[in-house]
């Protein structure tokens, strides 16, 4: 989102994210569903979160990214942040270069949502009949 153009930005209808079901960005995590939430209305752009199934890691880009990742370093410990971005930078793949920034924000830890609060947040979130916990739609409001 941060490397698109403020016209690319506003010519986007909808962001779809492919996410991989992990405990903190699951379809039921109630501070990341809330972020979401969050998310879609600042942007003012409807969010598809779309999941990948348990044990389906190969469909997934980012993995096989790690991969080739893991083979480009060759071993190398990562001592800190500075040696693993230095070699991510160096890294390519299909013939692309990442872009790499370093994040220093802390989320809190601990906050959590009352049942009241979380069912404000499941009436943003459109659920696929077919698919519920695959595939969820959160508009703008």
């Not at 809190?108 to 009949?129: A, D, F, H, V, W």
Request: aromatic share 10%.
């Amino acid at each position: 989102w941060t490397s698109l153009s403020i016209n690319e930005k506003q010519q986007l209808k909808n962001i779809q994210i492919k996410v991989d079901n992990g405990p903190e960005n699951s379809g039921i995590r109630r501070q990341f569903l809330k972020r979401m939430v969050e998310f879609a209305d600042q942007t003012k752009k409807s969010i598809q979160l779309l999941y990948f199934p348990p044990y389906h890691s190969k469909y997934n880009p980012i993995e096989r990214c790690w991969g080739i990742l893991e083979r480009h370093w060759k071993g190398t410990l990562l001592r800190n942040a500075q040696t693993m971005l230095a070699w991510v930078k160096t890294m390519t793949w299909k013939g692309l270069n990442p872009i790499v920034k370093l994040s220093k924000k802390v989320y809190q830890k601990g906050i959590s949502l009352t049942k009241k609060e979380m069912k404000e947040i499941e009436k943003r979130l459109e659920r696929n009949p077919h698919l519920p916990k695959w595939d969820i739609l959160i508009r703008p409001s």
